[in-house]
């Protein structure tokens, strides 16, 4: 299994930019999927997730209304649209594969992509 995160970059106050994330080696739609980030010196930490059937999504306080999650399943990818980007968003964002249709635990996780965010 292999999970490619992609799409990271430095980018200014208020910018926009989308991640994108491809998985392999699994039957993607019997998984939820979600985004962790992890920033220097910090404990990773939850941005929210996206359930099997794009049914659903949930998001940490700290993103809400600002980022959105989306994926299809036909081409094995999942996407984080990040808009209105703060400088406290600056980190290591990662995607994972949550097993049993979303309601177990995160069991693949991919490699990171970094965002900086400058003010």
């Known amino acids: 299994v292999q999970l490619v995160e992609s799409g990271g970059g430095v980018v200014q106050d208020g910018d926009s930019l989308r991640l994108s994330c491809v998985a392999s080696?699994?039957?993607?739609?019997?998984?939820?999927m979600g985004w962790f980030r992890q920033a220097p010196g910090k404990e990773r930490e939850f941005v929210g997730r996206?359930?099997?059937?794009?049914?659903?999504?949930k998001y940490a306080d700290s993103v809400k209304g600002r980022f959105t999650i989306s994926r299809d399943n036909a081409k094995n990818m999942v996407y984080l649209q990040m808009n209105s980007l703060k400088p406290e968003d600056t980190a290591v964002y990662y995607c994972?594969?949550?097993?049993?249709?979303?309601?177990?635990?995160?069991?693949?996780w991919g490699q990171g992509t970094q965002v900086t965010v400058s003010s």
């Open positions: 996206i359930s099997w059937s794009d049914s659903s999504t």
């Open positions: 994972a594969a949550q097993k049993d249709y979303g309601l177990g635990e995160y069991v693949y």
């Open positions: 080696g699994l039957t993607f739609s019997r998984y939820g």
